[in-house]
């Protein structure tokens, strides 16, 4: 990685399935996403270099890669919404479409998480990265707990306002 690559920490990688990773991460809110892709085996890194268009993307990476093979690289001048959404968004990839990324290099997602992909693909890696991060049943533990304001909502789950309303089904 460039000198301007910044590593997070990195735990070995689990015996458990994916969603037994998930559902352990899902206690409170903020979801740990860095936790969750290190327990699967991807390494997490920021860089100053992407540019702005470019939120982050998933890559072989044999040097500084996790256990399995792979790290993952988010945009550090992007909001800490945004690079929670990419982290999630990429660890959904790498579940969902590991036999694709196991043929190519990397897998870039730009602002739009629109990576080459096909639409379905990027809206099941979008669907999963929202469950990853919002799951249905903390937010209804957090609500039963007296927090029902969207705003707020967001804020505790550090995701955007928009993603909280298309999670819940308010009109954005």
């Given at each position: 990685m460039p000198a301007?690559?910044?590593a997070l920490p990195q735990a070995a990688q689990s015996a458990l399935t994916p969603g037994q990773v998930i559902s352990k991460y899902q206690v409170d809110a903020p979801v740990d996403v860095v936790g969750i892709a290190h327990e699967l085996?991807?390494?997490?890194?920021?860089?100053?270099t992407m540019p702005d268009?470019?939120?982050?993307k998933i890559f072989r990476d044999p040097l500084n890669g996790g256990t399995s093979g792979f790290s993952i690289v988010v945009n550090s001048s992007h909001a800490i919404v945004r690079k929670r959404f990419t982290i999630a968004h990429e660890?959904?990839?790498f579940i969902l479409h590991r036999h694709i990324l196991e043929s190519r290099s990397d897998l870039t997602d730009d602002a739009m998480y629109r990576s080459g992909l096909s639409t379905k693909e990027e809206t099941a890696a979008n669907q999963l990265?929202?469950?990853?991060?919002m799951p249905y049943s903390l937010i209804n533990k957090i609500v039963n707990e007296?927090?029902?304001d969207v705003d707020a909502?967001?804020?505790r789950f550090q995701v955007s306002t928009t993603a909280m309303k298309i999670r819940l089904g308010?009109?954005?």
């Open positions: 301007t690559s910044q085996g991807v390494n997490v890194w920021e860089t100053h268009n470019i939120s982050g660890i959904a990839h990265a929202a469950t990853i991060l007296g927090t029902n909502l967001a804020t308010v009109p954005v």
